[in-house]
């Protein structure tokens, strides 16, 4: 069974730093890409950024860029999100993505909240 389990979400102050964890399992991940959402109340889900757990490639939104970081652990089966000079707007629900061309896998989420 597919798992992907995100940790780290808590409350911050802006300009403060974050590194959500994403733990995944259950399968070989070769080929997928690995992706980070964000949902804020009344808000649609929205792409937050990706890598590609073999080649290590990764691409981000506007919002993220220059602050936000994404890296994974092949060995410890890992994927992270480090946050910096965070903001209020950054306040969401983040959850980790596994997709290739025929499977897409979701976490539950992780809370950030961000206070200004």
């Known amino acids: 069974q597919v798992q992907l389990v995100e940790s780290g979400g808590r409350l911050v102050q802006a300009g403060g730093s974050l590194r959500l964890s994403c733990a995944v399992s259950?399968?070989?991940?070769?080929?997928?890409?690995m992706g980070w959402f964000r949902q804020a109340p009344g808000k649609d889900r929205e792409f937050v950024g990706s890598i590609g757990w073999s080649s290590g490639r990764t691409n981000y939104a506007d919002p993220g860029k220059g602050r936000f970081t994404i890296s994974r652990d092949v060995d410890k089966n890992m994927v992270h999100l480090q946050m910096n000079n965070l903001k209020p707007e950054d306040t969401a629900v983040y959850f980790c993505?596994?997709?290739?061309?025929?499977?897409?896998?979701w976490g539950q989420g992780t809370q950030v909240t961000v206070s200004s």
């Open positions: 993505h596994a997709q290739d061309i025929s499977n897409s896998y």
């Open positions: 259950g399968r070989s991940f070769a080929g997928y890409s």
